[in-house]
Nanobody, 115 residues
Framework: QVQLVESGGGLVQPGGSLRLSCAATGSPSSILQMEWHRQAPGKQRQLVATITRIGITDYAGSVKGRFSISRDVAKNTLYLQMNSLKPEDTAVYYC?????????WGQGTQVTVSS
């Protein structure tokens, strides 16, 4: 079992930055891959960034060059550094963690980009 809790969301002006965190508890050593997803109102959930157990990362085209995913294994925490934020980045951001048997999700944190 893995429990995930996101934090760090909030209101930011266009061009600003935020860092999201996702703390993993339970059996974090079983996690193979972690991801950030987001869901805007009226839209489907979208994959934003991925990081594997060995640190290989990948990003959606819409955030490449602006967002950075990282993982602190010692703290069992996943991060998403978001720079140059745009209004279209407004969404609820969710982290997930994949093990060999299932995928776990956090409850989400709201990010609003607006002037």
């Amino acid at each position: 079992q893995v429990q995930l809790v996101e934090s760090g969301g909030g209101l930011v002006q266009p061009g600003g930055s935020l860092r999201l965190s996702c703390a993993a508890t339970g059996s974090p050593s079983s996690i193979l891959q972690m991801e950030w997803h987001r869901q805007a109102p009226g839209k489907q959930r979208q994959l934003v960034a991925t990081i594997t157990r060995i640190g290989i990362t990948d990003y959606a085209g819409s955030v490449k060059g602006r967002f950075s995913i990282s993982r602190d294994v010692a703290k069992n925490t996943l991060y998403l550094q978001m720079n140059s934020l745009k209004p279209e980045d407004t969404a609820v951001y969710y982290c997930n963690a994949g093990t060999s048997s299932r995928v776990y999700w956090g409850q989400g944190t709201q990010v609003t980009v607006s002037s």
